[in-house]
């Protein structure tokens, strides 16, 4: 058992949750690593591990490489299969659906207009502009804020930013 620790390695800069992995070597080959990812064992550090040791101990006992990976995949499979997915997996609705909600309001509102009214919706409004359109709206919000911002001032001659607003004098004398 001590051994088994002592092969399995944690790398935690493998994928993006890292992963468990051990040297291995099959005759005639040359020596490789066998790796257990975090995300592939449900996002559970523990079970990854687990799984890695027991992939270690398969390889130990003289199993072939093709059959200690079907076994891990297997176990990887029977840990995650009654887990929800993550929410990077799961199906996003369609975005018709905002619009579908839009033109139904939408539909509403010229019915309201119609029994208002008495006149059919299109010529009512038909040249108007909403208020979040108009010009005076995007002046008031600010819409061209981003050509507005000042930028952080470069030192001519490194193009290094001036930190904590020091003048052109202070950072060359620095």
């Given at each position: 058992m001590a051994q088994q620790w002592v092969a399995v390695k944690w790398l935690?800069?493998?994928?993006?949750?890292g992963a468990f992995a051990f040297a291995c070597q099959a005759e005639g080959r040359k020596p490789w690593?066998?790796?257990?990812?975090?995300?592939?064992a449900g996002g559970r550090k523990e079970e990854a591990c687990r799984i890695a040791r027991l992939c270690y101990a398969k390889f130990q006992a003289g199993a072939a490489d093709a059959e200690v990976m079907e076994y891990r995949d297997s176990l990887c499979r029977e840990l995650t299969a009654g887990q929800p997915l993550p929410r990077s997996h799961k199906k996003r609705p369609a975005s018709t659906a905002p619009r579908q909600k839009q033109a139904q309001n939408a539909d509403?509102?010229?019915n309201n207009l119609k029994t208002e009214t008495n006149q059919p919706a299109r010529q009512q409004g038909a040249n108007h502009q909403s208020p979040s359109m108009t010009k005076?709206?995007?002046?008031?919000?600010?819409?061209?804020s981003k050509l507005l911002r000042r930028r952080p001032q470069k030192c001519p001659t490194c193009r290094s930013p001036f930190?904590?607003?020091?003048?052109?004098d202070k950072h060359v004398a620095a």
């Open positions: 935690p800069n493998r994928g993006k949750e690593d066998f790796y257990t990812t975090v995300k592939k509403q509102t010229t005076d709206s995007k002046q008031r919000r600010g819409g061209s930190l904590n607003q020091k003048s052109y």
